[in-house]
């Protein structure tokens, strides 16, 4: 972005006013179009009649040495002249500009801490994640909606530095007994970042004698700067968990029947064992296409040996009750 600003300070800002007051109402209409341009070309009204032979040609001269310039920077130019200009043509155009994402919120992952630890019998590969608020133009965010924001990923990274002490303190203790084998392991990663939504996804494993997975899912949706859930993304009091439950059991069957190594609890003869329904808390992510991933934890639906397992929705399975701003 600095660059880009830099190569607009390289054309003559006097002349981009020129043309902006000279621009005709059918190179206003085209105005967007010219994004799409390799380079920045823009008719000026010619002078009058009784310009000097010299004027014209210093005219001339200037005009061509712009364009040349404006032809070097290409698209990114053409982008900050529409920034720069677009406001002055008009209103609809400027609110339209400042609708672009990247002038948004702009949510960062980053890792505050690592905790590290091998023996011959214990070992420990802790990563602590912190989620940060960028700006990259003043202004642009609505107040309200910047100070949700700070309020949420506040009150996530407080949650997750918790998590953190509290794993770490667990594993110390138990290297201090010393009396088996153990580890324990923590990686975020960010799964989800679009325009309206971010997602932070944290797998912890531990191992004792045997061991067990599970995930942690934060949700930031970037419209109102609030903490999400499965159900913020469906129209207020739609029934949303019956019709993904039903597909779940749907796909479970499917893919038992296509492989006998995969087993769900599903049809199981020990009836309490087989999932009924998804919980309002649920674990979940939207994936590259939008679809909503399902996740459920080691044990929670299936055998050990089965790990972690997903269901990705359809979207035409909840089509009807999907907000339209996801």
Same mark, same amino acid.
């Given at each position: 972005m600095a660059r880009l600003y830099e190569m607009c300070n390289e054309i003559d800002s006097e002349d981009i006013l020129l043309d902006r007051e000279e621009l005709t109402d059918e190179e206003k209409a085209r105005l967007f179009s010219t994004m799409e341009a390799e380079g920045v070309i823009r008719k000026r009204q010619q002078r009058s009649s009784g310009n000097t032979e010299k004027n014209a040609k210093e005219n001339t001269k200037r005009k061509q040495k712009r364009n040349s310039k404006r032809y070097v920077a290409g698209i990114a130019v053409a982008a900050a002249l529409a920034i720069i200009i677009t406001p002055n043509v008009s209103a609809n155009a400027a609110y339209a500009m400042s609708q672009i994402p990247i002038l948004g919120n702009v949510i960062k992952m980053i890792t505050v801490r690592e905790y590290n630890y091998d023996s011959e019998r214990f070992e420990a590969k802790i990563k602590e994640a912190q989620l940060v608020q960028e700006e990259v133009v003043e202004n642009d965010m609505d107040s309200a909606v910047k100070e949700q924001t700070k309020e949420s990923l506040q009150t996530i990274n407080e949650d997750i530095e918790e998590m953190t002490d509290r794993l770490i303190a667990q594993f110390e203790a138990d290297v201090e007994l010393g009396e088996s084998y153990g580890g324990v392991y923590m990686e975020p990663q960010v799964v989800t970042d679009t325009d309206?939504?971010?997602?932070?996804?944290?797998?912890?494993?531990?191992? @004792?004698?045997?061991?067990?997975?599970? =995930? !942690?899912? !934060?949700?930031?949706?970037?419209?109102?700067?609030?903490? @999400?859930?499965?159900?913020?993304?469906?129209?207020?009091? @739609?029934? !949303?968990?019956?019709?993904?439950?039903?597909?779940?059991?749907k796909q479970m069957r499917e893919q038992m029947a296509e492989d006998e190594n995969l087993y769900y609890w599903v049809d199981d003869e020990i009836? =309490?064992?087989?999932? %009924?329904?998804?919980?309002?808390? %649920?674990?979940?992510?939207?994936? =590259?296409?939008g679809q909503i991933v399902i996740c459920f934890d080691e044990y929670e639906v299936a055998p050990g040996y089965m790990g972690l397992v997903q269901f990705t929705i359809d979207n035409s399975v909840v089509s009807d009750i999907l907000k339209t701003d996801r």
């Open positions: 309206t939504w971010f997602t932070i996804r944290i797998v912890v494993t531990q191992v @004792a004698g045997s061991g067990s997975e599970y =995930e !942690y899912f !934060y949700h930031i949706d970037k419209t109102t700067g609030k903490i @999400a859930s499965l159900k913020d993304l469906f129209i207020d009091g @739609a029934d !949303y968990m019956t019709p993904i439950s039903e597909d779940i059991k009836t =309490e064992w087989n999932f %009924q329904s998804i919980k309002e808390d %649920q674990n979940f992510y939207l994936n =590259e296409d």
